[in-house]
């Protein structure tokens, strides 16, 4: 008699260093140092106003970096958003990226990383797996959602074609995640809503996704749990600590697990419609 034995793989990958907690900033600074002494900071106009970016500038200015901010961010990215940071960032002779707040910052931070090193268009690598030495990438999220600071991926609009584009590459993954859950106390009510349910709906989809694994089912299984109990929590009172610690390690744990097992169907109808 034979027996025969199946052995099944699984490819797990995730960011280098994250750190999580009320002034995660502070204790990731002697890292951040490393990647250079002048950083490009993608942002949005909102947190520009709330003094966070100007937080990060003085964080890095004590360990004798400088910084130029990019907060041109109308809506969610596109090519041509994309091009007016990565123009910013070449001729301000940037040494890294930091992406700071929701997913549209994040996602453009990601975008300029890849293209201050590769040739041509953005276009050009869609459907493609983006590769090589990405210029270094910093992801400070101040929302709990789109777990964008823990995955491979970023979304964009192209103007040509009015098509919105999922890119993706493990040289994407940013070299540093710093989540501070207290970033996200001042986001109203609907944004707290709308996120946090972006974050549950990553956890379901690769929980049932065909590439789902052991790993991440642990991840999707924890990231379930604390959203249904956390979020209601977070959207009555936007300054319950707990809530919002939560929920900011739920949205990561979802990320970590979109990063592995991928998306199902409902975010491939979602890009035609939202472009």
């Known amino acids: 008699m034979s027996v025969s034995l199946c052995f099944k793989f699984y490819n797990f990958t995730s960011a280098p260093r994250t750190i999580f907690g ?5 204790t990731a600074a002697p890292y951040i140092a490393d990647f250079g002494k002048k950083a490009l ?13 100007a937080k990060v500038q003085d964080v890095l200015s004590v360990r004798g970096i400088s ?43 990601k975008a300029v990383a890849a293209m201050a090193v590769l040739p041509g268009k953005l276009s050009d690598y869609a459907g493609k797996e983006m590769s090589g030495d990405f210029t270094p990438l910093v992801l400070i999220p101040t929302t709990a959602g789109t777990g964008s600071e823990a995955t ?9 074609t009015d098509a919105k ?23 109203p009510v609907s944004i707290t809503v709308a ?15 065909k ?9 999707c299984l924890d990231a379930i749990t604390r959203i249904f109990k956390y979020l209601p929590a977070a959207a009555k009172d936007g300054n319950d600590r707990t809530a919002r610690e939560q929920m900011a390690l739920a949205a ?9 097992s991928s998306v199902t169907l409902v975010h491939g109808m979602s890009r035609p419609i939202g472009a």
């Open 165 to 187: 584009l999922l890119m993706k590459g493990d040289a994407l993954l940013p070299k540093l995640a710093v989540i501070d859950w207290t970033y996200t106390i001042s986001s």
């Open 22 to 26: 009320e002034g995660a900033l502070e």
């Open 41 to 53: 900071i993608v942002t949005g106009k909102i947190i520009t106003k709330t003094g966070l970016a």
């Open 252 to 260: 990561y744990e979802a990320g970590v697990c979109i990063n592995n």
């Open 211 to 219: 590439k789902a694994n052991p790993v991440t089912d642990i991840y």
């Open 67 to 109: 910084s130029v901010i990019f907060n041109d961010l109308p809506g969610e990215p596109d090519d041509k958003m994309i091009d007016a940071a990565l123009s910013v960032f070449k001729s301000e002779k940037c040494d890294f990226i930091i992406g700071l707040g929701g997913g549209t910052p994040l996602d453009t931070a």
């Open 152 to 160: 491979k991926f970023f979304v964009y609009t192209d103007t040509a």
């Open 195 to 209: 996120t946090g349910m972006d974050a549950l709906t990553h956890a379901v989809e690769a929980y049932t996704s």
